[in-house]
């Protein structure tokens, strides 16, 4: 099956600045080599900006603001990381209904890095088991998830799969389970 996610959309959300371009671009191109439409959802329109660490590296367009649509709208989710990604979307109510979106439709997220801050604040991580970066462990245990270091875990308990992984370094087998997890 060369396409398998041949008329999905996946959501990609990100904060206006802050996002690490790396967790974007490879899970991007991942869906889209597999048939799917990505569509970037971020806080504000215009263009978000993309971080190489701490540099700043390309911008890119905004498909849609968060207020502009719904879970409905889409096939999967995925979160990137980078420090300030996840911790602006997290104090973003329309940010964090519109991932904790998702979990209550039963549609797969994919998540990484730093990214489960929003999942934390959606109060959507009790009961599954999910790998981060290692500084949100305890964040991750106090919301009653079951935090784990390893490349990728598929959680499918709950009402939906979630994809998660911890680093830039995993992203070869983050965009392969989130492909499997969004064709279904």
């Known amino acids: 099956m060369a396409n398998p996610l041949t008329g ?13 371009q790396i967790e974007l671009t490879q899970p991007w191109k991942a869906v889209t080599d597999a048939g799917a439409t990505p569509k970037l959802v971020a806080l504000e329109g215009g263009k978000i900006q993309a971080f190489n660490h701490l540099d700043k590296g390309e911008t890119f367009s905004v498909d849609a603001t968060v207020g502009d649509v719904t879970t409905s ?29 998702f979990f209550d439709a039963g549609k797969p997220v994919a998540v990484i890095c730093h990214g489960p ?12 088991t999910i790998t981060s970066w290692p500084s949100l462990q305890t964040d991750i245990r106090n919301a009653g998830g079951t935090w784990v270091d390893e490349e990728v875990v598929v959680c499918s308990g709950g009402s939906n799969t979630l994809v998660s992984s911890r680093k830039p370094d995993d992203l070869k087998a983050f965009c392969q389970a989130a492909v499997d997890a969004f064709a279904g």
């Open 73 to 101: 709208d889409f096939d999967g989710l995925v979160l990137p990381g980078g420090v300030a990604n996840p911790d602006q979307l997290r104090m973003n109510e329309k940010a964090v209904a519109f991932a904790k979106g």
């Open 117 to 128: 801050w929003t999942l934390v604040e959606a109060d959507v991580v009790r009961d599954r």
């Open 8 to 20: 999905k959309t996946i959501a990609f959300l990100c904060s206006n600045e802050g996002t690490e």
